[in-house]
């Protein structure tokens, strides 16, 4: 009996030892981290193709997302492993101060301007963004601004300075919030005011009301993406051989498909180009 209980004893300290030896389930996670701009989370972009990339490779992807700025604020602090944004200026800096060590083109979509169908501005039917934002400054027809610094933050502000106005100077009209695309739109639906938008949150917005398409087409409208794995020299701890893959992967043919599959109501809300030179 003694020498059964002994046995026993040590099968069950070997289970112990062995148990703490090996990693828990949490540390069997694999996962990488990608600071991301709102538009592929709310347009449902990512719901459809992450879930490829992970059966694929075994590698879940947990985004975090924000506006563009926030976005590189936070891999600029190495809280990501990959940064996947729309502004390309802001991305090539990131690189040139040594954040990431290249930048890939992924996709391309663009910009509309809302508004109302009442159309205060009569700007409905232009694809000259310039001179529909000076008709809705002229109007002082409401126009609401994300204010976040976000990518379509940052598109806006330039396509106003490009018509050589400063909203932000006037007297009411113009409505910085702060906020992201979804409370934007809900806002200008709100006031009936106008609103810059890209397109593929556009046509996953749930909440229309009596907002609709005025102004497109215009070549200043473009909204690139790119794609860039954070500089493990910079940050240790950043997962740099699953990151790339998933890098590898958006800009690969089997990525590049999943992209131009994703459609709404038959229309395309982001098109590849992971091999346009220069985009």
Wanted: charged letters at 20%; aromatic letters at 8%; glycine letters at 10%.
């Amino acid at each position: 009996m003694l020498r059964r209980s002994f046995v026993l004893g040590c099968a069950a300290a070997a289970a112990v030892v062995l148990g703490l030896a090996q990693p828990s389930k949490a540390t069997d996670d694999r996962f990488i981290t990608v600071a991301s701009t709102t538009s592929t989370e709310d347009s449902g972009l990512f719901k459809v193709i992450l879930p490829k990339f992970t059966q694929k490779t075994g590698i879940e992807v947990r985004v975090v997302a924000k506006g563009t700025g926030q976005a590189i604020d936070l891999a600029k602090r190495g809280d990501a492993d990959v940064l996947f944004v729309h502004h390309k200026p802001s991305e090539e800096k990131f690189v040139a101060e040594g954040f990431s060590t290249e930048r890939k083109p992924v996709m391309y979509n663009d910009f509309v301007i809302v508004g109302p169908k009442a159309d205060p501005a009569h700007v409905k039917g232009s694809k000259d963004v310039a001179g529909a934002l000076k008709a809705i400054a002229s109007a002082k027809a409401a126009f609401v601004s994300r204010g976040d610094d976000s990518g379509t933050h940052k598109a806006e502000q330039a396509l106003w300075k490009n018509a050589g106005l400063d909203p932000a100077s006037g007297d009411g009209w113009y409505r910085s919030i702060g906020q992201g695309m979804g409370a934007t739109l809900n806002t200008a639906a709100a006031v009936g005011g106008y609103a810059l938008a890209d397109r593929g949150t556009w046509l996953s917005f749930k909440n229309p009301g009596d907002l609709e398409v005025v102004v497109e087409g215009d070549k200043r409208l473009f909204n690139q993406y790119g794609v860039m794995l954070v500089n493990p020299a910079k940050f240790q701890h950043v997962k740099a051989a699953d990151g790339q893959a998933f890098v590898d992967w958006l800009v690969s043919g089997e990525g590049q498909k999943a992209i131009a599959d994703y459609t709404i109501n038959g229309q395309s809300l982001f098109f590849p180009n992971a091999t346009d030179p220069g985009a």
